[in-house]
C-alpha cells in the first residue's frame, strides 16, 4: 500500500464568530466517514511559521490511492462544504504526496502532535540535487517521533511548494522537546538551505 497523505492549510478570517468555525471543524471532520477516506482530522493549529500565510487551521487525512483522494475531493459532500464556507477562508493551500513509507497506525490518536514541513525549492534546482534533498528529508529522525513520511507534492494548489514531510510525536510535550534542535525543521542545513526559496513549519495536535 502506498498511502496518500493529504493536507490543507487555511486561515479563517479574524472576523469570523467561533460558532461558525466549530461548526465548520464538526463538519469538515464529519467528511471522516466518507468511503475512501482511510483517515481524516482537523483543528487549530498550534503554530505557523511562513512566509506566506499565517495559517490558523489544518486538515489531515489519508488516502489508499490518488484515485481514492480524487472520490474524496469530488464527493458532493466535501464540494458543498467548500463552496458552503469560501466566505469565511482568508487563505487555502493543499498539500498532497505519496509516503514513502506506509506509516501504522494509520489512524493518530486524539492528543498526537504533528510537526508538518514543506519545502519550497529555487527555480531550476536539478532533478538530481532534488533527489538528494528528499533522500536529505527521509533521512531525518529523532527521539520521540512516532512516525515519520515525506515525498514530492503532486497537488496543484501548494503555492509551489514541492516537498514535504510530517512527524508525528506521542504528545505536544514531545514535540516540544525537538524545539532548538532543528532536526526536523532545517534536516541538514548546509546540504538543503541553499536550495531553498522558503520552508512552512506548522505544529497541530489531534483533537
Not at 469530488?74 to 493543499?94: G, R, S, T
Amino acid at each position: 500500500m502506498s498511502i496518500i497523505e493529504h493536507v490543507v492549510l487555511f486561515k479563517i478570517k479574524d472576523e469570523t464568530e467561533q460558532g461558525k468555525v466549530n461548526v465548520l471543524l464538526n463538519n469538515i471532520n464529519g467528511l471522516a466517514s466518507l468511503e475512501s477516506v482511510l483517515y481524516l482530522t482537523a483543528g487549530a493549529v498550534i503554530r505557523t511559521k511562513s512566509p506566506i500565510s499565517n495559517f490558523t487551521h489544518m486538515l489531515h487525512g489519508r488516502y489508499k490511492s490518488k484515485e481514492d483522494l480524487n472520490a474524496y475531493t469530488v464527493h458532493p459532500d466535501h464540494q458543498h462544504l467548500v463552496k458552503e464556507n469560501a466566505p469565511i477562508f482568508d487563505d487555502i493551500m493543499a498539500i498532497d504526496w505519496v509516503a514513502d513509507n506506509d506509516p501504522t497506525p494509520l489512524s493518530l490518536l486524539p492528543g498526537s502532535a504533528i510537526k508538518l514541513t514543506v519545502f519550497k525549492l529555487k527555480d531550476n534546482v536539478p532533478k538530481e540535487v532534488q533527489a538528494e534533498i528528499l533522500g536529505e528529508i527521509k533521512g531525518i529522525s529523532g527521539s520521540g517521533v512516532q512516525q515519520m513520511t515525506c515525498g514530492e507534492v503532486f497537488s496543484a494548489r501548494a503555492k509551489g511548494f514541492s516537498l514535504a514531510s510530517l512527524a508525528v510525536f506521542p504528545g505536544l510535550k514531545e514535540m516540544e522537546a525537538t524545539v532548538g534542535k532543528e532536526q526536523h525543521v532545517n534536516p541538514q542545513k548546509q546540504k538543503v538551505e541553499g536550495n531553498l526559496d522558503g520552508v512552512i513549519v506548522v505544529d497541530y495536535v489531534v483533537p
